[in-house]
């Protein structure tokens, strides 16, 4: 396993007592902040071992090592903000299945039943083929967005 070394520079730690100490931050700034002050051998500080900071601050020790990586590899800015996102999400309701499924909430629910229920509705999405798979809070949340209840 690489052993990172943290050595900052005094406007480096200056920073970070100014993330400490004032403003308002994410949690996970304040943790990285106390992470680097606490992990650096330079002169401005005296170094504590990984299990008192997993212990003091209540993480693992492999989030430890992933701070320390990311600050020697991507610098100072870079670890105090979070990345964006890569992911790309797909929506599995457009317009055309939102319409199917108010259509089918305002019809008569199945024999056996007074009412639709959430369930009920995706489960019927899935067997008149609209969609392939869908869940009961995809269809709360159309109907919702379309102000139609089930309760009324």
Not at 60 to 81: Q, W
Request: net charge positive; glycine share 4%; charged share 30%.
């Amino acid at each position: 396993m690489i052993r990172y070394t943290i050595q900052l520079t005094r406007s480096e730690v200056e920073e970070l007592m100014n993330i400490i100490n004032k403003g308002s931050h994410t949690s996970q700034t304040f943790r990285t902040a106390y992470i680097l002050l606490n992990c650096d051998e330079g002169k401005y500080s005296k170094k504590v071992t990984n299990e008192q900071i997993s212990k003091v601050l209540k993480i693992g020790m492999r989030t430890i090592d992933r701070v320390k990586k990311k600050f020697i590899e991507e610098g100072l800015e870079a670890t105090l903000e979070r990345r964006p996102t890569t992911r790309i999400y797909e929506r599995k309701v457009d317009g055309d299945v939102e319409a199917k499924l108010v259509t089918l909430c305002c019809s008569d629910p199945p024999k056996g039943y007074a009412k639709w229920s959430l369930r009920l509705l995706a489960d019927k999405m899935v067997e008149l083929n609209y969609v392939e798979s869908i869940s009961y809070v995809t269809v709360r949340e159309v109907l919702k967005k379309t102000n139609l209840s089930l309760g009324k």
